[in-house]
């Protein structure tokens, strides 16, 4: 078992920055993929970005390509989302998930809690 906990959300305007960040506990960190997801009220759940196990490899949906940047530190077990130029459009709940190997799919094995993010126009 994978266990995340994901930390960082909050309140900002339009424009601003957050930080996410994805604690991984139980396995070893560095065998598993992993992605950023989020969910706005109303709506499916959607993949935001994805990041290989050693960090070479990344995917990003094309509405946050250019603002978000996914990132890992695997000594630290821990994943990253830093969002620039944020847009109300970008309010949802995100989580973080791992799987074993990195492809584009929403069907990741283990998942966080989930933070949320709301962005003010």
């Known amino acids: 078992q994978v266990q995340l906990v994901e930390s960082g959300g909050g309140l900002v305007q339009a424009g601003g920055s957050l930080r996410l960040s994805c604690a991984a506990s139980g396995r070893t960190f560095s065998n598993y993929a992993m992605g950023w997801f989020r969910q706005a009220p109303g709506k499916e759940r959607e993949l935001v970005a994805a990041i290989s196990r050693g960090g070479s490899s990344s995917y990003y949906a094309a509405f946050v390509k250019g603002r978000f940047t996914i990132s890992r530190d695997n000594g630290k077990n821990t994943a990253y989302l830093q969002m620039n130029s944020l847009k109300p459009e970008d309010t949802a709940i995100y989580y973080c998930?791992?799987?074993?190997?990195?492809?584009?799919?929403?069907?990741?094995?283990?998942w966080g809690q989930g933070t949320q993010v709301t962005v003010s126009s």
């Open positions: 998930a791992a799987r074993t190997a990195f492809v584009v799919t929403s069907e990741f094995d283990y």
